[in-house]
C-alpha cells in the first residue's frame, strides 16, 4: 500500500510525558521532558488565517479519520490543493494532528505544488487529547477538545512561544506537584469551542492580573491584540469572552486550571469542561 494519505503508527516504545513540540519543523523529534500530566508546548505559531472558516472552509474539512479510509475525495482535494487555502488547511491540519493524536502516531499524506514538486508531508501527534481520530470520527468530546487546544495554539505574531497547556481533562490534568507549575506560573486564559460544529466558534478569556505578561511574550490572543489605535483585535474567529473570573468557574488550586467555562456566553449559561488553560513563565 502507498504511503500517501495513510496513517503511520511509528511504534515508539512507551508513551512520551510532557513535551516540547516543534510544530513549525513537519520534520522535528518530540523531545521528552516534564511529567506525565500537563504538557509544555513550543512552537505555537499558528496563524490566526488558518481558522479563518471562509479560507480554510472547515464545514469542507470534516476529516472523520485520520487514515486513508477515512478521508474523502473533498477532503483529499482540500489538504493537496497548492494554492494558499491548501496551505492554511494543512496549517490547521498538522496543528490539530499534534493536539489529537500521541506521539505514537503520525498523519502521513503527499501533495503537489504548482511546479510540479511533491511534498511528503509527516505531522507526528504529541498531546493524545482524542487518539481515536486515528480511526474514526470525532466524538463530540474529542471536538471540543481538539478545537480548545488547536485555538490555545494560535499566535498573532506567528512565532512559536512555549507555554504550558492544561485541562481538567486528561491528558493535560497537572498535578499540584508538577514542576511545570513552579515553572510556568502565571495563568495567561482559557480557550474552548468546537470547530467541528454545524455552526464553529471559539471562545477565549484572559486573566486580569497577567495581561502585561502575556503581550511581553507575544501572546495575544486571550485578551486580544492592541493596536496604536487603542482597539482591541481578536485573533481570527476566536472571539473574547472577558475576563475568565467572569465566564469561568475558579482557578483550581492545585492544578492551576479552570475546570469549566460558559460554553456559549451571551447566549446561553451552559458549560462546558473541554476547556484548555495556558501559563507562561
Avoid at 73 to 80: G, L
Avoid at 207 to 231: I, P
Avoid at 255 to 261: E, N, V
Amino acid at each position: 500500500m502507498s504511503l500517501k494519505r495513510t496513517f503511520i503508527v511509528l511504534g515508539w516504545a512507551g508513551a512520551l510525558s510532557g513535551c516540547i513540540a516543534e510544530v513549525g519543523d513537519t520534520g522535528a523529534r518530540d523531545e521528552l521532558v516534564g511529567e506525565s500530566q500537563g504538557a509544555l508546548l513550543g512552537g505555537n505559531a499558528l496563524s490566526a488565517n488558518a481558522l479563518n472558516l471562509n479560507a480554510l472552509n472547515l464545514n469542507a474539512l470534516n476529516l472523520n479519520a485520520l487514515n486513508l479510509n477515512g478521508l474523502s475525495a473533498q477532503n483529499v482535494a482540500t489538504i493537496e490543493d497548492p494554492g494558499p487555502n491548501g496551505a492554511l488547511a494543512r496549517e490547521f491540519v498538522r496543528y490539530a494532528t499534534s493536539c489529537a493524536l500521541s506521539s505514537a502516531a503520525s498523519f502521513d499524506f503527499s501533495w503537489t505544488d504548482s511546479s510540479g514538486n511533491m511534498h511528503h508531508e509527516s505531522y507526528p501527534g504529541l498531546l493524545g487529547v482524542a487518539p481515536t481520530w486515528a480511526s474514526g470520527p470525532l466524538d463530540e468530546l474529542g471536538q471540543r477538545m481538539v478545537s480548545s487546544c488547536v485555538a490555545a495554539r494560535v499566535n498573532y505574531y506567528q512565532v512559536p512561544v512555549v507555554l504550558s497547556a492544561r485541562s481538567l481533562r486528561a491528558p493535560l490534568k497537572t498535578l499540584s506537584s508538577s514542576q511545570e507549575l513552579i515553572d510556568y506560573p502565571d495563568v495567561e486564559g482559557a480557550f474552548w469551542g468546537n470547530l467541528f460544529a454545524a455552526q464553529p466558534y471559539l471562545n477565549a478569556c484572559y486573566n486580569s492580573a497577567t495581561v502585561n505578561n502575556s503581550r511581553a511574550y507575544q501572546r495575544d490572543c486571550a485578551a486580544g491584540h492592541e493596536t496604536s489605535g487603542d482597539q482591541v483585535v481578536e485573533c481570527g474567529v476566536i472571539r473574547i469572552a472577558g475576563p475568565c473570573d467572569r465566564v469561568c468557574q475558579s482557578l483550581n488550586g492545585a492544578g492551576q486550571y479552570y475546570p469549566s467555562c460558559v460554553d456559549r456566553p451571551g447566549q446561553s449559561t451552559a458549560t462546558t469542561k473541554e476547556v484548555v488553560t495556558t501559563a507562561l513563565p
